[in-house]
Nanobody, 121 residues
Framework: QVQLVESGGGFVQAGGSLRLSCAFSRPIFEFGVGAWYRQAPGKQRELVASIDKSGSTTYLDSVKGRFTISRDNAKNTINLQMNSLKPEDTGAYYC???????????????WGQGTQVTVSS
């Protein structure tokens, strides 16, 4: 089975930037919609941004203009550039892919293990 592997989380001061990356643990043929979710302590997981195969994107209102999601279909990665970070952006960030295909078959609703982002005021 193919797994999603996130990297790039960390601790940053308000106004700073971080770049999250999501890669696949094994080679894949293709993947569908890629997305980043986040979950703050005591809150529900929320969709931060998504990008489909054509490059069309959606964003949570509170991150519009500050975050940029991108994908590299050749390298099979999904990235989230986060600028002008605020303390309310703090949380565990999870990569999600709705579907992918590989030598090991088709997989649906794939999640990474999460990476922590902490923004201090």
């Amino acid at each position: 089975q193919v797994q999603l592997v996130e990297s790039g989380g960390g601790f940053v001061q308000a106004g700073g930037s971080l770049r999250l990356s999501c890669a696949f643990s094994r080679p894949i043929f293709e993947f569908g919609v890629g997305a980043w979710y986040r979950q703050a302590p005591g809150k529900q997981r929320e969709l931060v941004a998504s990008i489909d195969k054509s490059g069309s994107t959606t964003y949570l209102d509170s991150v519009k203009g500050r975050f940029t999601i991108s994908r590299d279909n050749a390298k099979n990665t999904i990235n989230l550039q986060m600028n002008s970070l605020k303390p309310e952006d703090t949380g565990a960030y999870y990569c999600n892919v709705d579907a992918l295909t590989s030598n090991w078959g088709a997989q649906r609703d794939n999640w990474g293990q999460g990476t922590q982002v902490t923004v201090s005021s």
